[in-house]
């Protein structure tokens, strides 16, 4: 038996058992694709001009994307 047939199977035996004790499954669906990040131009031309070696700069244009609280 495969994995993933192995793996349906637990998850068709676990929610067997829940539904015993009255609990309710939830399906989720996750989508990573909104989460591209483009970099700053001025970090792009920075990036290409390093020789090996180099590190990039810091400061305000050359930092990764801001985390959102």
Known sequence: MSNILHDLTITANLVAETRKYGCKTVAVVQDFGGGHY????????????????????????????????
Do not use: T, V
């Open 38 to 69: 483009k970099p700053h131009p001025a970090f792009r031309d920075w990036a290409r001009r390093l020789k090996d070696g180099e590190r990039l700069p810091r400061g305000r244009y050359f930092n990764g994307p801001k985390k959102k609280a």
